[in-house]
């Protein structure tokens, strides 16, 4: 008698790290149990014309909680995460307290515990206060590394100084992650922006030296210390030229809206929406990050999911706070990318899964895999649809991209086995759940 599975994917193009094959996935308690040709299960999804991808993994969101509720919390973030095919998050810690210590870590995941609709792990901010029990906090369980601000964004996370940020990396083993704007010069150039009051003016206080001193900075400190770091959202060709000759302790990240809007359009069309740290800058880098992309400099695409009411976005530039929405997002504009020829599909699930696995050390998720996690986004590459603020399931309500039609849309979405969205539909209750490090070697 034919083996009774949980649940099969049947009839679809599968997204393996050996190929993109057409094979049924077959699933029991949570994990790829087997791929072929099967048709017991207690209950089947029809996946014919559609492809089934890794869950994408997005390992840049501030979801805002606790303390910043207003514009999102961890229930509607982590359900905008599956709405759009997004099945792992790591939330950042710039939230209010921020999360610098155990008992804030242990607040999130109390917190998100039967609240979430995806799976989640939290940072540990590292500032002067925690450096000394940073190689604990890491380790804790539910804990997806540390994160650095070198330089002010939203919040008042803050390690600018050389000599802090050595001693954070000479603390703990994982890799760090870090915002490298260099803060002295940050300062430095406000006037630019508080003298003009104009956003298009972004770029130019928060400019490419801003950028390109922090990374070089950063990988410095990391070669001085030997700890390897993550640098985030990477927006010039500066960088990108100077990270490619540091791939053995420094891999990269880059942004969607970084790769889709460009400046001054961007500014002038969408003011302050645009706005974000660091800054959407000209096509001269646009360009520079999609050969990064191309060429493999790129390791991991983050969305930066930073979510602010319109009331906030409507303050006088500078006073108006950087960042957008992303996660739901990130998925449709990159497989629209992937429909105009500018990657290919098994580079965007590089990005999306196995290159977060491989930076972070994800226990048993990123590939559709005997033995993983079954996290799928099942997508139609065929379908065109328009991006709208009314779909955005994150309460702030807004994207920067309302109104884009892409091609290419997610059409299901599968966490552990269990089908979370069909068609725009949430089904069932948050069955979100803490994700397992190889690192830490906890929970696994
Ligand atoms: O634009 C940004 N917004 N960049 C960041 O680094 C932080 C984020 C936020 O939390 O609003």
Redesign the pocket.
């Known amino acids: 008698m034919a083996e009774i599975f949980d649940l099969i994917l049947k009839n679809g193009t599968v997204v393996t790290s050996g190929g993109i094959v057409e094979t049924d996935i077959a699933v029991r308690n949570g994990r790829i149990a087997d791929l072929g040709s099967f048709s017991a299960a207690k209950e089947i999804i029809d996946c014919k014309n559609l492809h089934i991808l890794p869950g994408a993994i997005d390992t840049q969101v501030?979801f805002r909680e606790p303390g910043l509720t207003h514009k999102e919390d961890l229930s509607t973030g982590t359900l905008s995460a599956i709405a759009g095919g997004v099945t792992t998050v790591f939330e950042?810690p710039?939230t209010d307290p921020l999360t610098i210590t155990a008992d804030a870590l242990h607040d999130k995941l109390h917190r998100a515990q039967d609240r979430a609709w995806c799976d989640y792990a939290f940072f540990i901010g590292g500032c002067a206060e925690n450096a000394t029990d940073l190689a604990r906090l890491e380790m804790l369980p539910g804990c997806c590394g540390v994160k650095i601000?070198m330089g002010s964004?939203?919040?008042s996370l803050l390690a600018a100084e050389d000599d802090v940020i050595l001693s954070l990396l000479k603390s703990g083993t994982r890799r760090v992650a870090l915002?490298a704007e260099d803060e002295e010069r940050l300062k430095s150039r406000k006037y630019i922006a508080e003298a003009s009051h104009d956003v298009r003016d972004h770029p130019n206080w928060r400019d490419v030296e801003t950028a390109l001193k922090a990374s070089q900075r950063a990988v410095k400190l990391a070669r001085e210390a030997g700890r390897r770091i993550h640098l985030l959202h990477i927006t010039t060709a500066d960088e990108m030229e100077f990270l490619s000759g540091h791939k053995d302790i420094a891999t990269v990240e880059v942004t969607p809206q970084h790769l889709t809007l460009s400046a001054p359009e961007c500014y002038e069309r969408l003011g302050t929406l645009a706005q974000?740290?660091p800054p959407i800058r000209d096509r001269h880098h646009q360009e520079a990050l999609w050969h990064a992309v191309r060429a493999g400099i790129v390791d991991v695409l983050g969305s930066?999911h930073?979510p602010?009411t319109r009331e906030e976005k409507a303050k006088t530039y500078p006073a108006s706070?950087?960042?957008m929405a992303g996660v739901q997002t990130i998925l449709p504009l990159m497989l629209d990318h992937v429909s105009k020829g500018r990657l290919s599909l098994e580079r965007l699930v590089d990005l999306l899964a196995h290159g977060p696995q491989r930076v972070y050390q994800i226990a048993r998720k990123g590939r559709i895999a005997v033995g993983y996690d079954a996290d799928f986004a099942v997508v139609d590459l065929n379908k065109s649809r328009a991006i709208t603020n009314k779909w955005i399931q994150s309460k702030c309500g807004w994207t920067p991209f309302d109104g884009l039609t892409v091609m290419g849309w997610v059409r299901g979405t599968v966490l552990r086995g269990r089908l979370v969205m069909w068609e725009d539909e949430i089904l069932g209750s948050p069955a979100g759940g803490v994700v397992s490090f190889a690192e830490s070697q906890r929970k696994l």
């Open positions: 501030h950042m710039n601000f964004s939203t919040g915002h974000m740290n930066d930073a602010h706070p950087g960042g």
